[in-house]
């Protein structure tokens, strides 16, 4: 079964305000994560990936944390805008089991105007 | 340069017939994955082909099957439609190994199964 899961399967914040989608992993062999941004009838977007070696990672308006002792990983968006709407996916690099990548269930995004 | 290319972009079949999908990964790339999405069961690993190899397969029935050719281009089989094949088909490809790097993905094969 899945090794990835959201806490949350739905987040409704209001325009301006910042996001945090939170995933937790199974796999404490993992080594390589991912989150990737989903519109309405386009395929997953790559957003930010983090390395075991780290613990946060920083992009445009988006943050990775990592905690690898209880398995958590989250993404924030900062300033929060419509077009973040989306579903939000965690994926690992499940490598001890031939190195796919094996993505969570998804959080649905909601941004109010 | 251009984007993972999947075609057809729509596909409606009926039970029991076969279907074939394709995918152009990005060019220099040389490993293309699949996944199955489905709004129950979410993204869901078909296999990985690399270097026109079969690197790793996920858990579904022999009826899904795929290949890559030399140019990297991919095809993926399911023979015996189910009314549970209905689903997005996702490729995705990458330069190294799945798993490495990140996916870039295209915009999937809406597959109906009726």
């Known amino acids: 079964g899945e090794s990835v899961g959201l806490h949350l399967p739905t987040l409704s914040v209001q325009e301006g305000d910042n996001s945090i989608i939170n995933c937790a992993y199974s796999?404490?062999?993992?080594?390589?994560f991912i989150w990737y941004k989903q519109e309405s009838g386009k395929g997953p977007q790559f957003i930010i990936d983090?390395?075991?070696?780290?613990d946060k990672r920083q992009g445009q308006r988006v943050t990775v944390l990592l905690n690898k002792t209880v398995k958590h990983l989250s993404l924030q968006i900062a300033a929060t805008q419509p077009g973040d709407s989306a579903v939000y996916f965690c994926a690992e690099n499940a490598y001890n089991q031939g190195g796919k990548l094996i993505f969570g269930q998804g959080t649905e995004l909601s941004v109010k105007p | 340069k251009a984007g993972v290319t999947q075609t057809p972009r729509y596909l409606i079949k009926t039970r029991g017939q076969q279907v074939t999908l394709s995918c152009s990964p990005i060019s220099g790339h040389r490993s293309v994955s699949w996944y199955q999405q489905t709004p129950g069961q979410g993204l869901q690993f078909l296999f990985e082909?690399?270097?026109?190899?079969?690197?790793n397969k996920g858990n579904f029935p022999g009826r899904f099957s795929g290949r890559q050719f030399s140019n990297s281009r991919s095809e993926m089989n399911v023979s015996t439609l189910e009314l549970g094949d209905s689903a997005l088909y996702l490729c995705?490809?990458?330069?190294?190994?799945?798993?490495?790097?990140?996916?870039?993905f295209g915009s999937g094969t809406q597959l109906s199964v009726l």
């Open positions: 082909y690399f270097s026109e190899t079969q690197r």
């Open positions: 983090i390395r075991s070696n780290m």
């Open positions: 796999n404490s062999a993992s080594d390589y």
């Open positions: 995705a490809s990458s330069f190294l190994s799945s798993g490495e790097e990140k996916l870039f």
